[in-house]
């Protein structure tokens, strides 16, 4: 739409920011002068030039921004000068709405508003930074600090774990005698009980830090809940002391089969129960199994209930955090981690606990377990064969017969413990069963294992210098001492650690404290198995039987480990090689192969076949001998010549010595032919 706008006696003109197209017409009073003047415009505000303007009379501008501008015009008489008298009008655009100057306020009140909301939000997120750095750090020293004093009570229960072997062993070696009066014997079975509940708090600490640093493993076997759950039930129903309290044993079923880790099952109970009968005077402890179906999941529900003091409402949220004890006039003495292993131990099992209570009323505590879980990440029974080994074996304590040492040349026990105390007390225990050797730390251990070639080596896992897995590790690595059983000693019992002692070559595996008696059992076990198993190169045939030399020797060291089967290999070829190449086969020879000393050969020999170098070199010559008897090309005098032996007397005493008849007589009864009818053919 255009509009026209008469300039006439107007100094000034307003236009809307949409009338910034307009044009600009122009004329002289004296009509008469129209033809002869020139016109000259500036449109100051945009340019400040002057520009001349020829027919017709007006100007054109266009999207003129918003603004003020004056347009001045002046004339002159074709070429003349121009006139100095110059018209003007001022012409004002006015901006849009959202430029005006009140939105311009506007924008700058809400610029203003942002920067100080922009300000505070980057001071908000200082502070919250600084915040949780300052909670991390806190967090961090607190972690640190507990660290810190977990480290400490290890530290210390290892330390303790030492003088109470030497306080629990000889008691319960007094324990176990009849020399005391029944007197004496109750007073030191009170100590006897009192050393132990000081080995079980010691153990709770081990466990807890175990479980604080993931160092604990879950172990899994197929087994029956009740059974478990009546087995620690039992223990507390026939040891409970207060008659006003009455034990309840229930389950819903008898037979409650699923994957669950004994032991730390029967930890869980423990705690829970023993705090049980701390917190309560009188009434009942009730301890229940039972299957439960929740959101259609099914799991098995172990529950401790009592009717006791109760636990306060602001306490509960509190109760399973580690050193947490509630304050009140029923507070019991305690570490306060109790409570915080049973969460722990219920995390490892990917298990889930909750707990009920009313002051004065009593507490309830659930505890349960997927019922359809495998824990395809934890060890399964199978895994435990070992540590299953070790649990029969200390059970079956002194079951086994001793082995009843030879007055002239008793087993050599090598004991090599850092303590002074433990390594005398070991040393005193044996001394008149066996010859000891003692050591301060595994190097030295395992020079005089080197030196003397003992029986078996009593050995403690943490000693300086050298410790006990590094010397395991050398010792049955070392062709001259790899056939030696070592029994470790440590008071660290987790799975890992019996893991590295079995994986490092120990024969076996004991957990201070430990009595002498237990101690006995295994040594007496380990050196029975050592004497079964060189007893069977001894064994005489009741009848010929047609098996090759290496048949014979491959069925008897297949119990043995891979060294100790290469040693005797590499002895029984090494005589066989020298007999074939008619070569003289002797201690001497035997030694130098081996590179090993006369003494160092004898003990090993001995020690893996029960027989000396002399006659374990004369064995091989006879089974040689049987061999070529067995072949029929031979006779007697060209058999004893082939296996080095220049006498036929001799031959003929040393084969029915080896086979229980003579050599005619053997061969007649494998093949029903004489010597003689074989040498003909």
């Known amino acids: ?80 000068e121009w006139s100095d008298e110059i018209s003007a009008i001022e012409i004002i655009i006015a901006p849009p709405l959202w430029l005006s100057w009140w939105a311009k306020l506007l924008y700058v009140i809400i610029g203003i508003g942002l920067l100080f909301i922009g300000l505070w939000a980057y001071k908000r997120k200082l502070n919250l930074e600084y915040l949780y750095e300052s909670e991390k750090k806190s967090h961090e020293q607190e972690q640190e600090l507990n660290d810190e004093r977990l480290r400490f009570y290890t530290n210390i229960t290892h330390e303790l774990r030492t003088p109470l072997t030497l306080i629990l062993g000889p008691l319960e070696d007094l324990v176990k005698s009849n020399t005391l009066s029944s007197k004496d014997h109750h007073r030191i079975s009170v100590i006897h ?31 029956n809940l009740t059974n478990t759950v009546y087995e620690v039930g039992l223990k507390y129903k026939e040891l409970n002391s207060k008659s006003d309290i009455q034990i309840l044993i229930e389950a819903e079923e008898e037979n409650m089969f699923l994957f669950f880790d004994k032991e730390i099952i029967t930890m869980i109970l423990d705690n829970l129960i023993s705090n049980a009968l701390k917190y309560t005077d009188k009434g009942y402890i009730r301890i229940r199994a039972e299957w439960v179906t929740e959101n259609g999941i099914r799991y098995a529900q172990l529950s401790v209930e009592d009717t006791g003091y109760g636990i306060g409402k602001e306490a509960l949220a509190h109760i399973f955090e580690r050193y947490y004890q509630e304050s009140g006039e029923h507070q019991a003495s305690g570490t306060g981690i109790g409570l915080a292993l049973v969460k722990n131990l219920v995390k490892l099992h990917e298990g889930d606990i909750q707990v009920k209570s009313l002051p004065d009323v009593g507490t309830t505590f659930y505890l349960r377990l997927l019922a359809e879980n495998t824990y395809p990440q934890a060890l399964h029974g199978e895994d435990m064969h070992t540590e299953k080994q070790d649990a029969k074996e200390e059970d079956s304590t002194l ?11 008793r ?39 080197t030196d003397c070639i003992p029986d078996i080596i009593v050995s403690d896992i943490m000693m300086p210098v050298m410790n006990g897995i590094i010397m395991c590790q050398k010792l049955k690595s070392d062709i001259r001492t790899s056939h030696i059983p070592v029994i470790l000693l440590t008071a660290k019992d987790s799975i890992t650690d019996k893991e590295e002692g079995y994986q490092a070559g120990a024969d076996s595996y004991l957990t201070k404290p430990f009595s002498a008696g237990l101690l006995q059992s295994r040594i007496s076990n380990l050196l029975t198995q050592r004497r079964l198993l060189s007893e069977r190169f001894a064994i005489r045939p009741d009848k010929p039987k047609k098996q090759s030399m290496e048949e014979k ?27 074939a190449a008619a070569e003289n086969i002797d201690i001497t020879v035997l030694s130098n192969v081996m590179c090993m000393s006369s003494s160092t050969l004898y003990r090993k020999v001995k020690a893996l076949t029960g027989m000396s170098t002399n006659e374990y ?16 090309k031979y006779s007697i005098s060209e058999i004893a010549f082939k296996v080095g032996i220049n006498s036929n007397v001799y031959f003929r005493q040393c084969f029915k010595e080896e086979f229980g008849m003579s050599a005619s007589d053997y061969l007649k009864q494998l093949t029903g032919k004489s010597i003689d009818e074989k040498v003909d053919e």
Not at 5 to 29: A, P, T
Not at 555 to 564: A, G, R, W
Not at 617 to 632: D, F, P, S, T, V
């Open 1 to 80: 739409n255009e509009t026209e706008i008469s300039l006439i006696n107007k100094e000034s003109v307003r236009l809307k920011h949409l009338q910034n197209n307009f044009n600009i017409s122009f004329s002289i009073q004296d009509y008469s002068l129209n033809e002869r003047v020139e016109y000259a415009y500036m449109l100051k505000g945009l340019e400040n030039s002057w520009y001349t303007v020829k027919d017709p009379n007006n100007v054109t501008f266009r999207n003129l921004p918003p603004g003020k501008y004056e347009f001045m015009i002046k004339t002159r008489i074709r070429n003349q």
């Open 193 to 223: 009980q009192s050393a132990v509940r000081l080995l079980n708090l010691i153990n709770q600490i081990l466990d807890f830090r175990k479980t604080e640093t993931q160092n604990k493993r879950l172990c899994v076997t197929k087994g």
């Open 399 to 409: 079951k086994l017969e001793a082995i009843e040492p030879d007055k002239n040349a």
């Open 411 to 449: 087993p050599i026990i090598l004991v090599v413990e850092d303590n002074a105390d433990i390594r005398d007390y070991i040393a005193d225990s044996f001394t008149d069963l066996y010859e000891i050797k003692t050591a301060a730390n595994g190097k030295e251990g395992l020079q005089i294992a």
């Open 553 to 579: 020797r491959a069925i008897i060291t297949e119990s043995m480990n891979k060294l100790d089967k290469e040693f005797l290999d590499k002895i029984t070829n090494t005589i066989t090689e020298g007999l």
């Open 617 to 632: 070199i004369r064995k091989i010559k006879m089974q040689l001998a049987e061999k070529y008897l067995l072949e029929g």
